[in-house]
């Protein structure tokens, strides 16, 4: 069952196979939960709890994956709302206002692994690229971490989140060079971010 | 191509996915545009740095929860092999209906308590169902059976088994 196709597993899912489930889950929990840890700026507890909510709730709607569609990008699909659904939240948006008020607490960012250690630690650039990402405007964010992190096309990107692929390709370009000015300064940005 | 289509395309030209028509024109800009060529290297510079990114693995106890959580949402199947004393689970199991409805006949069904945990004989429950046993005259003209559909799997003691002889 190793050598299955995602599409293929989601299909034997859908026929009661929990072991398919298994499979994916392992294929994917990592990037995932990266995706996740990303989109709710380094809130590890958080980033748990989503990722458990996320994966029950697939389970559990597998009836509606439809098997014409690209496993990878419906999962993101689905990721990527519930993150939203999940920081428009009234309870997350309260925790961020008590947070502010609190520096002590979980900190706000902080690239971490699953032993909580970042990896690369000595890597500055890698440290601020990932905050640099996280300061992004959300609808950059999502398209950045789609498109360069996780590797989806333009088009791709596009479907998931019910945009021109023209406009994933500006909002792409505006979020790289924000990145750029932001990790070596607008002189090496190229063309100033057009507001 | 001026330069904010140069730029819009500037990730594909540097994954190789370009059409060839496109990458030449693109080339071509970059070629006479310092203001691109210096995007563009910032944009290869970028790529360099996505690939440090850590990849995040999650902690083993959330894998184990969401393993957990997967495997209490699907139907367990029912036993079919019991011992001479029974749980509540696999009473239920041999009676084929829910906990539930095996609750609502608790100190009915004959039972005994041990640890905290109610047990039940299957020799007794045996006679327990025998007597309760009665013969149901399926008439054609009861509005029950009118539902039933007699199916090719049916079973020894399914009211679709039932039929089935009858007919």
């Known amino acids: 069952m190793t050598d299955m196709g995602d599409e293929e597993l989601m299909l034997q899912t859908q026929k ?11 294929r994917y929990r990592a990037r995932v939960f990266g995706f996740i840890l990303r989109m709710l700026n380094g809130k590890r507890h958080d980033a748990e709890d989503l990722m458990q909510d ?3 709730k697939l389970f559990k709607a597998r009836e509606m994956y439809e098997p014409r569609a690209k496993f990878s990008t419906w999962l993101f699909a689905i990721v990527r709302n519930h993150c939203l659904n999940f920081v428009r939240s009234q309870a997350y948006l309260q925790a961020q206002r008590t947070e502010s008020l609190d520096p002590g607490d ?14 690369n630690r000595g890597s500055d650039v ?6 640099a990402i996280q300061g992004l405007p959300e609808m950059y964010k999502d398209v950045f971490l789609l498109r360069a992190v996780e590797g989806f096309s333009h088009d791709e990107t596009a479907h998931m989140l019910g945009l021109n692929p023209a406009t994933v390709r500006t909002h792409f370009r505006r979020a790289r060079l924000m990145l750029v000015e932001e990790l070596e300064g607008r002189a090496n940005a190229g063309q100033a971010v057009e507001a | 191509m001026n330069c904010d289509i140069c730029g819009e395309w500037m990730d594909e030209y540097l994954d190789g ?17 310092a203001g691109c060529r210096a995007e563009l290297e ?21 894998c184990l929860r969401v393993s957990e959580a997967i495997h209490a949402e699907t139907p367990r199947a029912r036993r079919s092999d019991f011992g001479p004393v029974l749980d509540l689970d696999e009473l239920a199991d041999y ?4 906990k539930k409805t095996v609750g609502q006949y608790v100190g009915d069904i004959p039972c005994f308590e041990l640890g ?49 002889q009858k007919n």
């Open chain 1, 106 to 119: 979980e900190p706000a960012a902080a690239p971490a692994t699953g032993s909580g250690r970042a990896v």
């Open chain 1, 16 to 26: 009661g196979n929990v072991h398919a489930f298994e499979l994916l889950f392992e």
């Open chain 1, 54 to 56: 996320i994966f029950v």
């Open chain 2, 95 to 98: 009676l084929r209906v829910d």
């Open chain 2, 17 to 33: 996915v370009l059409p060839d028509d496109v990458r030449t024109e693109l080339e071509s800009h970059v070629a006479a545009c």
């Open chain 2, 116 to 164: 905290g945990r109610l047990l039940f004989r299957k020799a007794k429950v045996e006679e327990w169902i025998a007597g309760r046993e009665t013969v149901v005259d399926f008439r054609s003209d009861w509005p029950a059976v009118q539902k039933w559909n007699v199916s090719d799997n049916a079973t020894k003691g399914d009211v679709s088994w039932v039929l089935a």
């Open chain 1, 126 to 131: 890698t440290e601020r690229l990932e905050l």
């Open chain 2, 42 to 62: 910032a944009c290869r510079r970028l790529g360099q740095n996505l690939k440090q990114l850590p990849i995040h693995i999650p902690p083993a106890q959330v």
